[in-house]
C-alpha cells in the first residue's frame, strides 16, 4: 500500500492520477490524498486552487490509522508550512499506531509546472520563516527527488539528507543521476548511477520529453521500495519505468505499462 499527496491534472500525465497509476503498475493499492486542483494539460498552465491544509491532515490521519500504509509520496504542496504540517502529521500519526509502525516519507518538490507556470516565489516569502520551515519538514523527510533546477534551490537545505538529483548530466545516448545517502556520494563511476542508451525515437523523433516524467519516477522508485528493494536498485528500475514511457507515443503525455510489459536491463535486474 503505498499513499501520494499531490494535486489534480486533468490531463492525468503528472500528479495524483499519474501517481497512482504508477504505483498500481507495480503490483501496489494505491491511496491518494489531494493537495492542489489545477487548470491545465500537458502543454499549458492556467491556475491553481489549493486544498486546505487541515482538510488534508484529517484525511492523511484516517487512512494510516485505518490502513498498513508505509511508503508515503509528497508532491505538490502549496508551501513549505504545509510540507511541514502534512510531515508532522505522517510521522506522528504512526508513532500513535498500535505497533509503532514505521513509514518512508519521500518527497518529490515541485517548484514549477512543465509548462512553466511558478508555484513558489520564494523570493518573496519571509526567508527566515521560510528556512525553518524546511529545515524542520527534512528532518520527517526521508528521501527527496528533486531535479536539477530544484536542486539548485534546495541544495544548501539537503545538506546531510538523502535525494537524487534526476537527469544530473544527460547527452544525447545516456542519462545520469546523481544519488547521495545521507550526505555521502553513492552510485556507479564512482558516484553516479548511469542509465543504459535512450530507446531509438520512434518513427524518426528525437525528443523524449514527457509531461510528469518526474512524478512518475518518483512514484515507481518509492513502488519498488515498497516491494523491499533496495534504494540504489529502486532508483535503477524507476528509470528504466520512465524510459518505457518516454517512448510510449510521440505527444508530451505518458502511456503506463505493467510491470512486466516493460523489460529492465540487466545492471537493473
Same mark, same amino acid.
Request: charge should be negative; glycine fraction near 6%.
Given at each position: ?10 490531463s ?8 497512482t497509476?504508477t ?5 501496489? &493499492? ?21 486544498v ?19 511508503? &508515503?509520496? &509528497? ?8 510540507l ?8 506522528? @500519526? ?9 513509514i518512508f516519507l519521500?518527497?518529490?518538490p ?34 527527496? @527527488? ?9 541544495? %544548501?537545505?539537503? %545538506? ?9 548530466e544527460?547527452d ?37 520529453? %514527457? ?11 518509492l513502488?519498488?521500495?515498497?516491494l ?22 510521440? @505527444?508530451?503525455?505518458? %502511456? ?8 529492465l ?5
Amino acid at each position: 500500500m503505498v499513499l501520494s499527496i499531490a494535486g489534480f491534472d486533468p490531463s492525468s500525465g503528472a500528479g495524483i492520477l499519474a501517481d497512482t497509476q504508477t504505483f498500481h503498475n507495480f503490483g501496489q &493499492i494505491p491511496f491518494g490524498v489531494l493537495s492542489a486542483n489545477t487548470l491545465q494539460t500537458e502543454d499549458s498552465f492556467e491556475r491553481v486552487d489549493w486544498v486546505e491544509p487541515d482538510f488534508m491532515l484529517s484525511q492523511i490521519s484516517l487512512l494510516l490509522e485505518r490502513y498498513p500504509i508505509h511508503y &508515503i509520496k &509528497i508532491g505538490l504542496i502549496k508551501d513549505f508550512s504545509t510540507l511541514l504540517q502534512i510531515a508532522k502529521c505522517v510521522k506522528q @500519526t504512526a508513532s500513535r499506531s498500535p505497533n509503532k509502525k514505521e513509514i518512508f516519507l519521500l518527497w518529490d518538490p515541485i517548484l514549477s509546472a512543465s509548462a512553466g507556470f511558478s508555484f513558489h516565489d520564494l523570493k518573496s516569502e519571509n526567508p527566515q520563516d521560510l528556512n525553518q520551515d524546511l529545515v524542520e519538514a527534512l528532518t520527517f523527510i526521508d528521501f527527496v @527527488t528533486p531535479n536539477v533546477d530544484e536542486f539548485k534551490v534546495l541544495e %544548501k537545505f539537503l %545538506k546531510g539528507s538523502s535525494y537524487i538529483i534526476k537527469s544530473f548530466e544527460s547527452d544525447e545516448k545516456t542519462i545520469t543521476d546523481l544519488l547521495v545517502i545521507q550526505g555521502i556520494l553513492q552510485g556507479e563511476s564512482p558516484q553516479k548511477i548511469q542509465k543504459k542508451l535512450l530507446p531509438e525515437p520512434k518513427n524518426g523523433n528525437s525528443t523524449f520529453q %514527457k509531461h510528469g516524467s518526474g512524478c512518475i519516477f518518483s512514484s515507481a522508485l518509492l513502488s519498488n521500495l515498497a516491494l523491499g528493494k533496495d534504494l540504489f536498485t529502486s532508483c535503477k528500475v524507476a528509470g528504466e519505468y520512465v524510459f518505457s514511457a518516454m517512448q510510449s507515443s510521440e @505527444t508530451l503525455l505518458s %502511456k503506463h505499462f505493467l510491470i512486466r510489459d516493460f523489460k529492465l536491463s540487466e545492471k537493473s535486474s
